[in-house]
């Protein structure tokens, strides 16, 4: 936060009585030595659980092919100025080992009947990389259990690169329609062609499981910048 340049993220906190001013408070979340997210408190959510504002995190430690992310959750005091590390954390402590890839990052939170769901960012490791988006469920919002690959696609589709991973999922329910946004990755070295935003439409009626439907197909994509959205609505 301190000047335009890379660096160890931390989060911020600002508040407004009008949208329009804004008064800087003391930083949310910052990295804490020696804890999961000692070189950095990433993406996530806020979501009240148990009745309290809760943040759900990126906990980074390390670089390169050292690098550990795992998912973090700190709770709010009555205020919301001051904020506190669980001291579960890491809630997880990275993907699960069959996925074979540190890409595990930006919990996307939301609460159903059938309890509490995330969604993380990812990737395949090795030829043909390609991201894609893992579910897990919870009954407490805090024992996880995962569940799959939520969704998952070819880094080419067709002329469009969509990327080799994918962060920050964000998940729009609307009754039985759904739209999943998701910024897509590529490597430092320029690609070819574009990167692209794509819809996915589902084929069929929807399939409830939580609320959501189990079936995708790809739709249209137009090109938009680097690091873009990637919009799929079910």
């Not at 993220?9 to 408070?25: A, K, M």
């Not at 990737?123 to 043909?128: L, N």
Request: net charge negative; with cysteine.
């Amino acid at each position: 936060p301190d000047a335009p340049s890379w660096g160890r993220p931390v989060w911020g906190h600002v508040t407004s009585t009008d949208l329009v001013t804004w008064t800087r408070q003391p930083l949310a979340l910052s990295p804490e030595p020696g804890a999961p997210d000692a070189d950095g408190c990433w993406s996530g959510c806020t979501r009240i659980v148990q009745g309290r504002p809760t943040i759900y995190y990126t906990g980074v430690v390390g670089e390169d092919d050292g690098r550990v992310e795992s998912v973090c959750r700190a709770w709010a005091s009555a205020d919301l100025l001051a904020w506190e590390r669980d001291a579960a954390n890491p809630l997880m402590p990275g993907p699960p080992p069959q996925l074979g890839n540190g890409y595990h990052r930006d919990p996307f939170l939301w609460h159903d009947d059938g309890g509490w769901h995330m969604l993380l960012g990812g990737g395949t490791a090795g030829k043909g990389r390609h991201g894609q988006v893992l579910r897990y469920d919870s009954p407490d919002a805090t024992a996880w259990t995962y569940r799959g690959v939520f969704y998952s696609a070819p880094r080419w589709i067709g002329a469009l690169d969509a990327g080799e991973h994918w962060e920050c999922p964000q998940l729009l329910l609307e009754g039985d329609a759904a739209a999943l946004i998701v910024s897509c990755q590529a490597s430092e070295k320029p690609t070819n062609g574009p990167m692209a935003a794509h819809t996915i439409t589902i084929r069929q009626a929807p399939v409830k499981i939580s609320g959501l439907p189990t079936s995708w197909a790809m739709g249209a994509g137009k090109r938009v910048e680097r690091f873009a959205p990637f919009m799929l609505y079910l």
